[in-house]
């Protein structure tokens, strides 16, 4: 297989993507180069953070990103993020009323629509209510129920009670998975419920995920592809992982 440089490092974090795992070996035969090139493409790939190498091959290093802190979460693909939250605010409007749920993602759109007047923001996000609670164009409904202190967002009985009595014009959600056969997921089962009611609270459903978050799974599913109207993401996303979103329905916007 004759391929750019460049393609081949796409296919091998596609590869990474499916499977959790590549070996050097295979890598070598697959791409018909010696096994020194293939050392060379991992260590490039782990010095950009996208895999860590193990004997004989390399492991995804996107499971490490449960135990990021949210500053952490809000650095990593930070330009990406922006283009995302940039696209988003182009289309909500004065004097909507918007459901976001917790997620780096999300932080920045809310940051972004700073720029529009008397939006209505129901979210289980602490730290989305902390951050638009101090501007007043922003009015702000915070979620009851048990605490996420690590992650901090609410989720419970209490909050889906009490999110089944709001409708929203508009829905912004994070998730930690998009993959055409599992849907969107995410790490944290507690919040998969919130984003579920959410999707049937809202108008207009939109999904805000960077490219290292097409093709994964995460822990708990949250809906199929075809559930919500558009997906919100970056020209990076790898061409046969779009190929197969696309084939199962999937809205897909590039927003750089």
Request: proline fraction near 1%.
């Amino acid at each position: 297989m004759d391929i750019r440089i460049d393609e081949r490092k796409e296919k091998i974090l596609a590869m990474l993507s499916r499977e959790g795992k590549v070996k050097v070996s295979e890598l070598s035969r697959l791409f018909n180069i010696s096994e020194v090139t293939v050392r060379m493409d991992l260590a490039d790939l782990e010095q950009k953070g996208l895999l860590s190498r193990v004997h004989g091959g390399a492991v995804s290093s996107y499971r490490p990103y449960y135990n990021m802190s949210m500053s952490q979460r809000s650095s990593a693909n930070e330009t990406e993020k922006k283009a995302i939250a940039a696209y988003i605010q182009g289309v909500v409007h004065d004097s909507d009323t918007i459901m976001m749920n917790a997620g780096s993602t999300t932080l920045f759109v809310l940051r972004m629509l700073a720029q529009h007047k008397d939006i209505k923001i129901v979210t289980n996000s602490i730290a989305i209510a902390l951050e638009a609670s101090n501007n007043r164009n922003f009015h702000v409904v915070l979620l009851g129920g048990s605490v996420n202190t690590k992650y901090q967002f609410t989720y419970g009985p209490d909050a889906l009670r009490q999110l089944s009595t709001y409708h929203a014009d508009k829905l912004i959600i994070s998730v930690d998975g998009v993959d055409a056969q599992m849907g969107f997921s995410t790490y944290y089962q507690q919040e998969a419920e919130i984003c579920r009611t959410m999707m049937q609270r809202a108008d207009v459903r939109m999904v805000a995920a960077d490219y290292t978050k097409m093709g994964r799974v995460a822990f708990a599913q949250i809906a199929s592809v075809d559930s919500v109207d558009e997906i919100i993401t970056n020209k990076k996303i790898d061409a046969d992982t779009a190929d197969t979103l696309q084939k199962a329905q999937a809205h897909l916007i590039y927003a750089d």
